[in-house]
């Protein structure tokens, strides 16, 4: 029997989680799961906005900066179906990929094309809704959110649909993400989902060089949620002789709350239950 959390009612209190790994599509249903949700996209009750606050990062006189940043040239459009948070994860991915395999989803194009330049279209359209409800059946059909297992199993069914293949690979490693192995995935032109228990966030980066300062803007937020990720960026700081003092990892994101792109800033304001690379072919 699955056991649906409690979701985290006071801040940076952080859910325990009893399933500590993903199963692969096919393998089962965990005895108790974690469920992601409620819908962000109408407001949902169940997660909890914490605080929003902005603090800086000093260039020293000397102090120099390495940005890498890495994206898929796709990109992936930022679709709100309505529904909850795994539901806006998986048709945001399914969507990125339907540029390249337009039977994804038949009744709707992803794409637009303005003066010649492809533009991600808006989701707002009956054939879109369409596609979403579907989704949220495949996922299981629970308004309050969707387990993880039902979330690869429904992406997993309408990839099949198409005639396509949809597999996952984590990118955890002893409980902890593997940054590494997830920017050279990102670099291959794969998207991930990333999952989140009890602690997340949203960030905007701004460099204000008149200060000779980055400005970080974050805010952390409490709940269960998914987040498709579409890109990296890792800014290093050094000193006059080379030697690191700061590194900074930032993962883009569509994050279904707030602003329709961001950050999600590597710290200690998250709590990542689990990551995945998600291949269609």
Excluded at 13 to 21: L, T
Excluded at 155 to 168: D, E, K, L, P
Aim: with cysteine.
């Amino acid at each position: 029997m699955k056991k649906i959390y409690n979701f985290v009612k006071k801040p940076f209190a952080i859910a325990v989680v009893a399933c500590a790994s993903l199963l692969s599509i096919g393998a089962g249903i965990p005895d108790r799961e974690v469920i992601f949700g409620p819908s962000l996209a109408r407001g949902g009750g169940i997660l909890h906005h914490y605080s929003t606050f902005t603090y800086y990062h000093t260039r020293e006189v000397h102090q120099h900066i390495v940005s890498l940043t890495g994206q898929n040239p796709i990109g992936m459009p930022n679709h709100l179906t309505g529904h909850t948070c795994g539901i806006n994860a998986g048709i945001c991915i399914i969507g990125a990929y339907n540029k390249i395999f337009p039977e994804l989803m038949p009744r709707f194009n992803a794409v637009r094309y303005f003066m010649g330049n492809p533009r991600w279209a808006g989701g707002n359209t009956p054939e879109f809704r369409s596609y979403a409800t579907e989704l949220f059946n495949a996922m299981g059909g629970n308004p309050m959110g969707t387990t993880t297992s039902q979330w690869f199993g429904g992406m997993n069914q309408m990839v099949n649909r198409a005639g396509r293949s949809f597999t996952t690979q984590s990118m955890m490693q002893g409980g902890q993400l593997n940054l590494n192995a997830l920017k050279d995935q990102i670099q291959q032109n794969r998207y991930a989902a990333i999952f989140m228990n009890g602690l997340f966030n949203t960030a905007d980066l701004v460099p204000q060089s008149q200060y000779s300062r980055d400005r970080i803007s974050i805010t952390i937020r409490g709940g269960n949620h998914i987040m498709p990720v579409y890109g990296f960026k890792t800014i290093t700081y050094r000193d006059a002789q080379g030697q690191i003092i700061r590194v900074k990892n930032l993962l883009y994101v569509v994050p279904g709350i707030g602003p329709p792109r961001a950050l999600l800033y590597l710290n200690n304001y998250i709590s990542i239950y689990n990551t995945h690379i998600t291949m269609i072919r």
